[in-house]
């Protein structure tokens, strides 16, 4: 497999008001401290295609649609008197054109190096009866979401100039100036101190309790790189047993997130126990995305707005999976209840301001998840293009017939379970160390979390 030149088409770059000193939030300080050469902070997105698809309208397509993602073309410098700011990359955007004979699902991604690069990069696989497109983003960048409305502005784009339409101008009314909101949690002091109690509980649970790994992590250097650090495998439920697990949430009057979370806590005391490293009183946690999105974000470019909740099991609670479920089910009640969700931006903030701030604060903790879980809900379901009769997109002379994600993994965290539903089917996508996980290992987890999920 040989890579073809880089392209070198001329990015129409962007202008927006005082973006050339735009402040790191605290989110994005988080995420560009928990990256190193091991473990870089890089989230992807893979879609594979079969048929013909046209790559240098597809090239033109990323192009157009990334004109109005100012992030997504930008790196981060320190200044002397903001700190941390994003600043425009003078440089062509990334895209790896990769032709070869044989069928692969990726190509071997390069880690971003954000204070020297963009944070955005594309490798397009062309193979002899279809194409893969694999989207690599540094997690400063965006989040899953906002990674995600970006590819389907793409593909809407490419959709309109393979069959002979103008695309539009800007995806979606982008409003580039809404940049300066991002982050932005509406944690107000009144709602701080109406849920006051509720806070310290979750403020102490981060600071004091320790998590138990999947299994036992040697100690690694983490300034050596990693040329295994994205390894993944994936797999997908049938549509009938998909409608099957959506009824089942519905009737026992809990979210698919909750079940999916239930049998992620069952699927890891399993393999714990049968790998030979449980212990009844281990605590287990399993860290979940959470959108910060209102009706300001819904025009704004590619960028973080999410948080992250926490949810902590004994491993003695797993015993009982109805038990389980119900208790789930209450906590993300409560967790939506009394908004939980400022609880890690706010404790960022205040870890800013201490000596040291947010770097200091992530050397302290080796292990702070046991797994993340990253549901991504029905992607693409509102795009306006012809579908199959099973539900996949048809753009022009291609048929998109898989979508993958995956977010980072860290040092500690072993794995992360990216789940989204698309034509109809749900996709389990299971990103793994293989610093410290093998691959049997990896076939095995992700294999019983299937078994627990079909049951």
Not at 306 to 321: P, Q
Request: glycine share 6%.
């Amino acid at each position: 497999m040989v890579p073809n030149e880089n392209l070198q088409i001329p990015n129409s770059g962007f202008r927006i008001p005082g973006f050339p000193l735009l402040p790191l939030t605290v989110f994005e300080k988080y995420m560009l401290w928990d990256d190193s050469l091991a473990y870089p902070m890089d989230s992807f997105r893979f879609l594979r295609f079969s048929g013909f698809l046209d790559v240098e309208l597809f090239e033109l397509s990323i192009l157009s649609v990334v004109r109005f993602q100012p992030l997504l073309s930008a790196r981060i410098r320190k200044d002397l008197r903001l700190g941390y700011v994003w600043e425009e990359v003078a440089q062509p955007v990334f895209i790896r054109r990769i032709k070869t004979s044989i069928t692969t699902r990726i190509p071997t991604p390069e880690r971003i190096d954000i204070f020297n690069e963009s944070g955005f990069k594309v490798y397009i696989v062309e193979e002899a009866s279809g194409c893969s497109v694999l989207f690599q983003f540094h997690h400063t960048v965006s989040d899953g979401l906002g990674e995600m409305d970006l590819i389907a502005d793409i593909l809407t784009d490419y959709n309109d100039r393979v069959n002979g339409k103008i695309p539009k101008e800007n995806p979606r009314n982008l409003d580039l100036s809404l940049l300066k909101l991002r982050g932005s949690s509406g944690l107000t002091l009144a709602k701080y101190f109406r849920y006051f109690i509720d806070t310290a509980f979750t403020t102490n649970q981060l600071l004091f309790r320790s998590p138990s790994p999947l299994v036992p992590c040697a100690k690694c250097d983490l300034d050596i790189p990693n040329p295994d650090y994205y390894k993944c495998i994936a797999t997908e439920l049938p549509s009938d047993i998909t409608d099957n697990y959506f009824s089942f949430a519905k009737s026992n009057n809990v979210t698919i997130n909750d079940l999916l979370i239930r049998d992620l806590f069952l699927t890891i005391n399993k393999c714990r126990d049968e790998w030979g490293y449980s212990r009844r009183g281990a605590l287990l946690r399993v860290t979940m995305p959470m959108s910060l999105r209102t009706s300001l974000h819904a025009r704004m470019p590619a960028s973080n707005n999410v948080t992250m909740v926490f949810l902590d099991r004994r491993s003695s609670a797993c015993s009982d999976a109805a038990k389980l479920l119900r208790g789930i089910g209450r906590e993300t009640r409560w967790i939506k209840r009394t908004e939980q969700k400022h609880v890690l931006i706010l404790s960022l903030r205040i870890c800013n301001l201490l000596p040291g701030g947010i770097g200091r604060m992530l050397r302290t903790r080796e292990c702070r998840a046991t797994a993340v879980l990253s549901n991504l809900g029905r992607v693409f379901e509102s795009l306006p293009v012809l579908r199959r009769a099973d539900g996949c997109l048809m753009i022009g002379g291609a048929v998109l017939e898989e979508v993958d994600a995956t977010p980072p993994i860290r040092f500690g965290t072993l794995i992360s379970i990216s789940a989204l539903t698309y034509a109809g089917k749900l996709r389990l996508i299971l990103r793994y160390d293989a610093k410290n996980m093998t691959q049997d290992n990896a076939d095995q987890f992700l294999k019983t979390y299937f078994n627990y999920i079909t049951q």
